[in-house]
């Protein structure tokens, strides 16, 4: 390798988006690949043992699949202008907004992409046919994408998106981008001038999906062209730059979006954990399914069903594990804030069995919970 790291994956890709933007601001000696038909079957799935993207390849032969530990892996070799702040609260809100972006603003990305894909099918379905054959031609990949986007175009019922959703998502997520616009008028990232975790876990849904297909890019330049701007500061970084706000301030402007997240997404990740709870009780020792089942979940006023997420509990024990650590100045600044959003009660909520990743596996295991600070 001519490169420290090579990242395969793809411009349409929602998590590729997330890690591109990541390994930019940091400045690293890298190069990104396409996820082909060939790398898939010579790379990913001999090395990840499933066919998912990204994937960063080490120039020493180490594999790393999944941006929250791609991005950790790298900090802990690149730790300069970290994207973790390091006051209690800041750094509560960036992993709370991190969830937010890879978890919940899912829904409004696949809404906007499949929902409305008659207005932007040669599109879609070329990114996705490129992607698998780039050397095939324009009709060609079309046809390709046909085949190779049904899995994804499939999804929409299982996160929820339904006729009798759709209204109330997109209500949702107008209300979001006005606020997230407001913010971004007053300052070019989430929580200071550098991008924080939270700013990447936006990046994933705001850019692939929100940012550039063309239905709701249009949607986001001309209703919030402050959100616009910031994705393409997020593509077009300078990096190692920048600062967290002083006094570990969070910015009045994301507490309507930190209480959106309060009450419609943690209540949807408390029963997950109940449900990965109950699993492993049934099954010890086994490998948690990624989806167990459907229940009800609200956004705004759309109320439905949505699968399961086994896997939304992981990314959960990263706030609440920061949260249960603080020592007594740090838990009262952040129960301050916390109790204006609404959040206190579900990072104190008991997580009776803790889960972690396996290498070389997507499913998740039953692992031991860190021992908290204080």
């Not at 690949?33 to 990913?44: F, H, K, M, Q």
Request: net charge negative; glycine share 8%; charged share 20%.
């Amino acid at each position: 390798m001519s490169v420290d790291y090579i990242l395969y994956g793809g411009d349409h890709s929602l998590f590729t988006g997330k890690a591109r933007a990541y390994m930019r601001y940091k400045g690293l000696h890298w190069e990104e690949r396409p996820a082909t038909r060939e790398v898939y079957r010579n790379i990913i799935l001999p090395n990840i043992g499933a066919p998912i993207i990204p994937v960063l390849e080490t120039a020493d032969g180490e594999y790393v699949q999944d941006t929250t530990d791609i991005i950790d892996f790298l900090e802990a070799r690149h730790p300069e202008a970290s994207v973790y702040p390091v006051t209690p609260v800041q750094r509560l809100v960036a992993l709370l907004l991190e969830l937010y972006g890879d978890e919940w603003l899912i829904i409004p990305a696949m809404h906007y992409r499949w929902s409305v894909i008659d207005q932007q099918r040669d599109f879609i379905m070329s990114e996705f046919g490129k992607l698998s054959a780039p050397g095939a031609s324009y009709e060609e990949q079309i046809a390709i994408g046909e085949r190779t986007s049904r899995a994804f175009s499939g999804m929409l019922p299982a996160l929820g998106i339904t006729a009798a959703t759709i209204p109330g998502i997109e209500v949702a997520y107008l209300e979001f981008l006005d606020q997230l616009n407001g913010h971004f008028a007053r300052y070019d990232f989430l929580l200071g001038s550098r991008p924080s975790i939270g700013d990447f876990g936006f990046m994933g849904p705001l850019y692939a999906h929100l940012g550039r297909d063309p239905v709701p890019s249009a949607l986001m330049q001309q209703r919030a062209p402050h959100v616009y701007a910031w994705v393409e500061r997020m593509n077009n970084p300078l990096p190692l730059s920048g600062e967290f706000l002083a006094d570990d301030t969070v910015p009045d402007t994301l507490l309507p979006i930190l209480a959106t997240l309060c009450k419609d997404q943690l209540p949807d990740v408390l029963d997950a954990i109940a449900h990965n709870s109950a699993w492993l009780d049934a099954n010890p020792g086994g490998s948690i399914p990624r989806f167990l089942g459907m229940h009800p979940f609200a956004s705004g006023t759309a109320v439905g069903e949505r699968f399961i997420s086994s896997y939304s509990q992981w990314l959960f024990q990263r706030p609440w594990w920061h949260y249960q650590s603080l020592g007594r100045e740090g838990k009262i600044a952040a129960d301050r804030l916390l109790d204006r959003v609404g959040g206190r009660a579900a990072l104190n909520a008991d997580i009776r069995r803790w889960v972690t990743r396996k290498t070389g596996q997507l499913e998740l295991v039953e692992g031991q919970a860190p021992v908290t600070a204080h």
